[in-house]
């Protein structure tokens, strides 16, 4: 095999702390070298690479237009190697990781009640979860599970429904108190709140009532359903959300439905791995509790 020059990890620290301080002397006494030190690897550097990364103009110190584009790639080089540095360090010989990934509401407000008990029957695994707001590729982050909201096909992954969604709007008591709607199409001249994945909710939950409307797409947009809730129970809006995210805060009166009216979409929550880990002991583990929960515990407002 032909060995292969690439730059060395103190190079690129070198570079890394030279462009976030933009001084090679603040950089050395980072990394406890000396300025001479910093400025001969970002030398290296610039030649290994065939571009100059930096430029001075009045004794400052400035990013090229190739230096810019290389700093985030070194960033995402030097947070992979202390990832993988960390789980090895945390590595305790008598167990395996689990990596799990989650829409972070389905995560706050169903799987993380259920994840205890498998924890408990399941010594031996170690959880790693992370937040996703959007299918993604499991592979190329490293994923062994995920939790999808969609049509329930995707390349190279297992499928496993969990469960049908039914969308309701809901509003603070007091909001809805002093608008007093009468009809589903009162509720757009109220502000509405929209999840950015789904920019058209509001739009098919009028339609679907045959209600047509220009401020259906109008309002503002949150990035998780948690926040959109939080919003809501706040008096700053009306939220379209999955009826079994808010089942506990409409029991208990923080909030109330807006319209009785109910759209089911024709998309669900699934339980999704590539298919060439399906044979793995803690993906068929994991797989098996999470159904078998889903099953138990289909949460009102749902099907499966």
């Avoid at 030097?78 to 167990?95: C, D, K, R, V, W």
């Avoid at 809730?229 to 008096?235: D, E, N, Y």
């Avoid at 298919?275 to 159904?291: I, M, P, W």
Wanted: glycine residues 6%.
């Amino acid at each position: 095999m032909t060995a292969r020059h690439l730059p060395s990890t103190i190079t690129m620290q070198c570079f890394e702390a030279a462009a976030r301080h933009m001084s090679f002397t603040r950089a050395a006494d980072e990394l406890s070298i000396t300025q001479s030190a910093v400025s001969k690897q970002v030398a290296q550097l610039e030649a290994y690479l065939q571009h100059k990364l930096f430029r001075r103009v009045r004794r400052t110190l400035i990013l090229t237009p190739e230096g810019s584009l290389y700093l985030t790639e070194v960033r995402k080089i030097l947070a992979q190697i202390e990832m993988s540095a960390n789980t090895i360090m945390t590595y305790s010989g008598q167990g395996e990781v689990l990596r799990v990934a989650c829409l972070p509401t389905f995560g706050a407000r169903w799987l993380a009640r259920q994840l205890p008990d498998f924890l408990d029957t399941n010594p031996h695994i170690d959880l790693s979860v992370r937040d996703h707001v959007e299918a993604f590729d499991l592979d190329q982050e490293d994923i062994d599970v995920a939790i999808f909201h969609g049509h329930g096909s995707w390349p190279n992954l297992e499928c496993h429904k969990l469960f049908d969604e039914e969308v309701v709007a809901v509003g603070a008591p007091d909001y809805l108190a002093r608008r007093h709607p009468t009809s589903a199409a009162d509720l757009a001249e109220c502000r509405l709140l929209h999840l950015s994945t789904r920019p058209d909710a509001w739009h098919r939950w009028f339609a679907d009532q045959g209600i047509t409307t220009e401020r259906s797409y109008h309002g503002t947009r949150f990035e998780t359903f948690q926040m959109l809730i939080r919003t809501a129970m706040s008096g700053g809006g009306l939220a379209l959300v999955p009826r079994f995210f808010v089942d506990a805060e409409l029991a208990e009166g923080r909030l109330s439905l807006a319209w009785p009216h109910v759209l089911k979409g024709p998309d669900a929550y699934y339980l999704v791995h590539p298919e060439h880990l399906g044979e793995l002991s803690r993906v068929r583990r994991f797989v098996a509790h999470v159904l078998a929960c889903a099953e138990a515990d289909t949460p009102a407002g749902t099907s499966r």
